[in-house]
Each structure stands twice: as structure tokens, then as C-alpha cells.
């Protein structure tokens, strides 16, 4: 439930509008199982994009099918394009980064900005950079550290994502995407 809101809503904030489905699946592996059942079965003229992340680097104009085969083995369904499958480099956090003043209005007193990662190219910051950068960042404020069950899909839906995605060329290019079948 609270994937979904955190996706519909940023989605939204994107011009996006609502004429869509967020179907949110626990873990990458299951997400990848719903798709291909997806693809295999499309309903109408629905578009089925599957958004997961990187959890490593992006060789520079790699497709994702191409990172998504060599990282998790995952092959590309034969209905798929490039267009249905997307990534969060190197992960969903890597957003957060590229509009710190929500990490900062959701934690409030005590958010210690000056923690997290400051490389501007988010998407060449590592995970493990990411996630240790939220947990100093955190410690200090009333909220605790941070917590993805608890705070991602809060924080998510309330990045601007017009930062995001000219932080991440990644987010650009999903929201493009999904600008142009949503306007179909």
C-alpha cells in the first residue's frame, strides 16, 4: 500500500495524471514474475513497465535489458521492449539525493544533511554510500534513522520529480516513457 502511494504520487506530481495502475510487489524477484505474467497476458491496450533497481552501476547506454540479464539473469519476455523495463540507479534512494529538502522536512530537527553523499551524478553513487549517508543523516533526529519500510514510499511521494529526473537520466527517461503512453 504504501509503494503504491509513494509511486502514484510521485507519478502524479510529474503531470502524470491517474490514469494508471501501480501494482507494487514485494521483492525484485516476485516483480519480475508478475511482469513476464503481465507481458504474457496484456490486458487490452494497457502498457506494463517494470521499475526496479539497478542495484549496481549502469554501464553508460546499456540497455536494461542488458544490465537486468547480466545482474539477476532475468531474459527480456518476447512482447517486452526497452521500454517496459526501467531502472533506479543504483537504487530508489538515489532519488532522495537529488531533493535533500524533503529528506529534511520529513526528519526534521536533528537532519544532518551534510552526511549524506554530496556527488551530484546520484546515479554514481553507490548503494551502500546511499544507505549509510540516510543512517547518519537520521541518527540524530527525532524520527530515528532511517527506516526504507517506514520512510521511503513517504519520502518518495513527495520528491519534486522534475529534480529527479534532472539529477537521474534514469528517472528522465521513465518518466518520458510513461508520459508518452499515458497521453495516448
Given at each position: ?24 510487489e ?23 513497465v ?5 542495484e ?12 537486468l ?23 530508489m ?24 553523499p ?15 549517508g540516510?543512517k547518519?543523516?537520521t ?25 529527479v ?20
Amino acid at each position: 500500500m504504501r509503494c503504491r502511494r509513494g509511486f502514484r504520487r510521485f507519478f502524479e506530481s510529474a503531470g502524470l495524471g491517474s490514469s494508471f495502475a501501480v501494482v507494487a510487489e514485494g521483492s525484485r524477484e516476485s516483480a519480475y514474475r508478475r511482469f513476464q505474467i503481465g507481458m504474457a497476458n496484456p490486458s487490452g491496450n494497457e502498457f506494463i513497465v517494470l521499475v526496479v533497481d539497478s542495484e549496481a552501476p549502469v554501464i553508460k547506454d546499456n540497455a536494461p535489458w542488458e544490465h537486468l540479464r547480466k545482474q539477476d539473469n532475468w531474459d527480456k519476455p518476447t512482447a517486452a521492449s526497452d521500454d517496459n523495463a526501467h531502472l533506479m540507479v543504483q537504487c530508489m534512494e538515489a532519488w532522495f539525493l537529488a531533493d535533500k529538502s524533503v529528506l529534511a522536512s520529513h526528519f526534521g530537527h536533528g537532519f544532518a544533511a551534510s552526511a549524506l553523499p554530496a556527488n551530484p551524478n546520484i546515479e554514481v553513487v553507490p548503494k551502500s554510500d546511499i544507505d549509510d549517508g540516510l543512517k547518519g543523516a537520521t541518527r540524530a533526529t527525532s524520527k530515528g534513522k532511517y527506516n526504507k519500510g517506514r520512510d521511503s514510499f513517504a519520502i518518495l511521494g513527495e520528491l519534486n520529480p522534475q529534480l529527479v529526473a534532472k539529477a537521474s537520466p534514469h528517472a528522465a527517461r521513465l518518466l518520458s516513457t510513461l508520459e508518452a503512453h499515458v497521453s495516448e
